[in-house]
């Protein structure tokens, strides 16, 4: 008898669970979506978000990324190209 007491304790808490979890889901589903909402607001807004242009309108700007010139490019990905055909 005591078996049977645990199953239908467990059926009757997981039809429970499953009714509340059908009413309480779209709720939690659009609070996690306002703060979401929020957040990317929040963040776009941040004057530190926006950066303004230093360089005026029609100056030209040559960013130098450190890069050794002497070195191949092609070496570092991973070897050079090699043209193939393909046969069947």
């Known amino acids: 008898m005591g078996f049977l007491k645990i199953i239908l304790y467990f059926l009757i808490f997981y039809y429970v669970a499953k009714f ?51 070195s191949k490019k092609g070496s570092e990905e991973g070897g050079e190209y090699v043209d193939y055909e393909e046969i069947d």
């Open 20 to 70: 509340v979890m059908r009413l309480l889901a779209p709720m939690m589903a659009k609070k996690m979506m306002d703060k979401a909402a929020q957040n990317f607001e929040k963040q776009f807004n941040n004057p530190y978000y926006k950066e303004k242009p230093t360089v005026k309108e029609g100056e030209t700007v040559i960013e130098k990324t450190g890069e050794n010139p002497t």
